[in-house]
């Protein structure tokens, strides 16, 4: 049993990071999609902080929502594991997980893009984008702080996806 639960928790590690892996490169992604005429990759290396603070809050965002799912991947193959992995039940729960971790997924990204459109909305006094262009520290914040909230939502809104599933 000792050895099972091992195997175990390695698999749920292993998976947890290739995720989490996919799952940051997908937000880097559409982050550059919706950062109009910002090349991440060059302002981060001149040192502007303000496109560091909008990658970072981008990274803290889908590693939030990302955990719900990966703990309810863990909830989902404990269960598994207790019913027997290969029976009905076990793949169901799996299948289940997979599917609430990959939601977490399009939700986090999708929830990060619709808060900054809609920010880009309301604010119709600022260019945000051209602002975090030009390195505006308190710009970079407020969005920031805007990815991060709107994730914290999403969180509670995954796990319970996965109470109601698993």
């Known amino acids: 049993m000792l050895l099972t639960n091992v195997v175990v928790g390695l698999l749920q590690l292993l998976i947890a990071i290739i995720f989490s892996v996919v799952a940051l490169y997908i937000g880097f992604g559409v982050l550059s999609k919706i950062t109009k005429d910002i090349d991440e990759e060059k302002e981060l290396a001149k040192g502007n902080a303000a ?3 909008i990658v970072a809050a981008v ?4 590693a939030l929502v990302v955990q719900s799912g990966v ?5 989902g193959i404990n269960k598994a594991v207790s019913v027997g992995i290969f029976s009905v039940d076990g793949l169901l729960a ?7 971790l990959f939601l977490g997924i399009v939700l986090a990204v999708g929830a990060i893009y619709l808060a900054l459109y809609i920010l880009d909305k309301l ?7 051209e602002e975090i262009k030009k390195g505006n ?3 970079a914040l407020m969005m920031g702080g805007v990815i991060i909230a709107v994730a914290v939502i999403i969180q509670s809104g995954v796990i319970g996806i996965t109470a109601a599933l698993i």
């Open 71 to 75: 703990s309810g991947l863990s909830v």
């Open 137 to 139: 520290v308190a710009v």
């Open 51 to 53: 496109v560091g603070i």
């Open 123 to 129: 604010t119709t006094g600022v260019e945000e984008f």
């Open 94 to 100: 799996i299948g289940v997980a997979f599917i609430q």
């Open 59 to 62: 990274f803290v965002a889908i």
